[in-house]
Nanobody, 125 residues
Framework: QVQLVESGGGLVQPGGSLRLSCAAS????????MAWYRQAPGKQRELVAV???????NYADSVKGRFTISRDNTKNTVYLQMNSLKPEDTAVYYC???????????????????WGQGTQVTVSS
């Protein structure tokens, strides 16, 4: 198992940037596929980005070209760099992890074993 703690959320103006961090502990981070999910009020939780053990990535169409997921295995941390933020990006952002093989890219929330508590991102003028 792995414990995940998100940070970096906050209030930002449209067009601005934020970088979210997810610090992992308690397991071998390098063996985990990691993802960022988000959930806005009244909406279902949606996948934002995934990064595999082999550092392949995938993004939701709504954030492609604006968000970048990355990982630093030496720091047991996954990041979500968010640029050109829009009001519709407002949500609670969750970090999730799943121990996996190099080619595994979980895309359903039920595939993930471990979740952080979430961090609020608000994009507003």
């Amino acid at each position: 198992q792995v414990q995940l703690v998100e940070s970096g959320g906050g209030l930002v103006q449209p067009g601005g940037s934020l970088r979210l961090s997810c610090a992992a502990s308690g397991s071998i981070f390098s063996r985990y596929a990691m993802a960022w999910y988000r959930q806005a009020p009244g909406k279902q939780r949606e996948l934002v980005a995934v990064i595999t053990i082999g550092s392949s990535t995938n993004y939701a169409d709504s954030v492609k070209g604006r968000f970048t997921i990355s990982r630093d295995n030496t720091k047991n941390t996954v990041y979500l760099q968010m640029n050109s933020l829009k009001p519709e990006d407002t949500a609670v952002y969750y970090c999730a992890g799943r121990n996996a093989g190099s080619f595994y890219m979980p895309r359903t929330q039920y595939a993930y074993n471990d979740w952080g508590q979430g961090t609020q991102v608000t994009v507003s003028s």
